[in-house]
């Protein structure tokens, strides 16, 4: 790339079941945002990404990016657009405008990513009608095939294949929900020890309700900049220092290349790890917002992102390797098991975290010790996509 | 500030309290020659045979039909049969939750991934629990009618244990 871009801060509405709405959370995303950021306001943003998943689904609007704008008083003279990419929507809102301030068209960016999912109980069957069309809705999706069934394959296929237990997806969530207990904007907050997941009532069979992330609304908002002008409003900030994604042309059951892995994520990783010059990513990755949309995405992605061998992502969860003070510490926000999943502002929530972890702003007692490497991971749809972004401590 | 007006003063704007279920919300799509392409693959079903398309130039099996090969860009295709007997590739239930448009269903209900041999594709395991099934089970496609909101002859195809 031709120039360097950094993340310099950001910052998150309350998630959660909101009394809310959707134009209600882009504004606290964005006011916590620049907040957060002194020496940034909206007068500054030449360019505006916004994540969002299913806004004409769950708050019956559409073009949103110009929405975003008018709210935050932000003019926009350069490139304004909304990504969606499902699941993966804030990392890809992070990824176009890791790549126009690269190529030199911006200086200074905004990412805000939002999702408004909490209707009312007797609307969830409307929420869950827009969550089924993620999947080819007439092959897959009027099976009634939403995303726990489909997660609840991998579990018992990995189960199957490599004799993971279900004392291991319980030790996953478990580390996950009490890592959120620790994060002031997570939307679930109590402390869960790995005894509580297993006896939590059954969603999809082998998945217990802990093993799932929740329907949540929220927003999380950053700013990236051209190392020039990130000098001027911080010392540390997070340099994007590689980012890979990969689709191996599959999307519907029968195009997908595997049931108990994700070779997508595999070479995704690879060709972020290339550009950023990582060769043992389990010596070099200090920190790890990875997609835990349910317990047994984790136990894949440690063996997928090369943390573990295949199949031994049980195993590593269970001597302890993803925790905070382990080998790599593996979603210490929480992740998704913990924070729930906004789904446009999940991968922005996460690039903030590993901001933070480098500038040593982390609350709560949650900071890994002298992070100065990191990445951030999102699934998308039925897996078909992998994101992956590395970040560090200073640029290349 | 002060309520200067009354409720009985006020005109009143009315929105339906209820809709008829809307064809478009409906999961199963249209299956006729002039809405969609692969209009035969659902005359197939309708008929019993279980069908998809092959690529004439190249000879790739696709799942689900298409009218362009995705791997040669041909569109020279035809409809070939698929085996109605599969394996349970692997499977979990559905506890409730459904969409709209599905809430009427009956839950729980199974939904796996079935290996026909040439093609591997989801779909619900009717007459069986969660409980009875294991990986590599027998299962046979049935076939059946769609009553939903249009007058449309519609077909499905589910599977169950032989």
Same mark, same amino acid.
């Given at each position: ?26 504004? /606290? ?26 806004? /004409? ?26 990504? /969606?990419? &499902?699941? &993966? ?55 009634? +095939? &939403? ?25 996953? &969530?478990?580390?996950?929900?009490? #890592? ?69 042309? !599959? ?68 001597? !302890? ?9 593996? #979603? ?31 609350? #709560? ?9 990191? +990445?951030?991971?999102?699934?998308? !749809? ?15 | ?71 040669? $860009?041909?569109?020279? *295709? ?17 506890? %409730?939750?459904?969409?709209?448009? *599905? ?13 026909? %041999?040439?093609?591997? *594709? ?13 990986? %590599? ?12 909101? $249009? ?12």
């Amino acid at each position: 790339m031709t120039r360097n871009v950094a993340i310099v801060g950001g910052g998150q509405a309350n998630w959660g079941e909101r009394d809310a709405t959707w134009k209600d959370l882009a504004q /606290e995303g964005g006011k916590a945002t620049f907040d957060a950021v002194p020496g940034v306001d909206p007068d500054d943003i030449e360019g505006l990404f916004v994540g969002a998943v299913q806004p /004409e689904r769950f708050a019956n609007q559409t073009h949103v990016a110009p929405m975003v704008a008018e709210l935050l008083g932000i003019e926009v003279d350069e490139m304004i657009a909304r990504t /969606e990419l &499902a699941c &993966a929507s804030g990392q890809a809102a992070l990824r176009y405008a890791w790549l126009a301030i690269a190529a030199g068209q911006l200086d200074v960016a905004m990412v805000l990513g939002v999702e408004k999912m909490n209707l009312g109980r007797e609307h969830m069957p409307e929420v869950q009608s827009s969550m089924a069309n993620v999947l080819d809705r007439e092959f897959d999706g009027a099976n009634g +095939l &939403a995303a726990p069934p489909f997660f609840a394959w991998y579990a018992q296929r990995h189960m199957h294949e490599f004799g993971t237990t279900r004392e291991q997806l319980s030790l996953v &969530a478990a580390k996950n929900k009490t #890592n959120a207990s620790r994060t002031d904007f997570a939307q679930f907050q109590s402390t869960v020890d790995p005894d509580e997941v297993t006896d939590s009532p059954e969603i999809a069979p082998p998945l217990h309700l802990y093993d799932c992330s929740g329907i949540t609304d929220g927003a999380a908002g950053a700013i990236l900049m051209s190392e020039a002008k990130a000098r001027e409003v911080t010392d540390t900030a997070a340099w994007i220092t590689g980012s890979g994604q990969s689709t191996m042309a !599959g999307n519907s059951i029968n195009n997908l290349p595997s049931f108990s892995g994700w070779p997508q994520a595999r070479k995704a990783s690879q060709n972020a790890y290339d550009q950023a010059g990582i060769d043992d990513p389990l010596a070099e990755i200090d920190v790890a917002e990875v997609h835990d949309c349910f317990s047994i995405s984790e136990i894949i992605e440690y063996e997928e992102l090369g943390f573990a061998e295949r199949g031994e992502g049980g195993q590593f969860i269970e001597d !302890g390797r993803s925790h905070l003070d382990g080998d790599v510490a593996v #979603n210490p926000r929480g992740g998704l098991l913990g924070c729930g999943h906004p789904l446009g502002a999940t991968g922005v929530s996460q690039a903030l975290e590993i901001t933070q972890q480098f500038q040593g702003d982390v609350t #709560n007692d949650r900071q890994v010790d002298d992070a100065t490497t990191g +990445l951030i991971h999102n699934l998308s !749809g039925s897996g078909s996509v992998h994101s992956v972004m590395v970040l560090d401590r200073d640029p290349q | 500030m002060t309520d200067t007006s009354t409720d009985d003063e006020r005109e009143q704007v009315s929105v339906p309290s209820e809709i008829e279920f809307p064809r478009l919300l409906d999961f199963y799509d249209l299956q006729t020659a002039d809405q969609t392409q692969i209009h035969e693959f659902y005359d197939n079903l309708r008929a019993g045979q279980f069908t998809t398309t092959r690529c004439t130039e190249c000879d790739a099996i696709h799942f689900p039909p298409r009218i362009v090969c995705p791997e040669c $860009t041909g569109d020279a *295709l035809e409809y070939v049969d698929l085996p109605h007997d599969g394996e349970l590739f692997a499977f979990s239930a559905v506890r %409730g939750g459904l969409p709209l448009g *599905l809430r009427e269903h009956e839950v729980p209900y199974v939904v796996g991934v079935v290996d026909l %041999g040439p093609v591997q *594709l989801s779909g619900r395991i009717d007459d069986a629990a969660y409980s009875d099934l294991e990986i %590599g089970d027998p299962v046979s496609l049935k076939i059946v009618d769609i009553d939903g909101p $249009t007058d449309d002859d519609r077909v499905f195809y589910r599977f169950e244990p032989q």
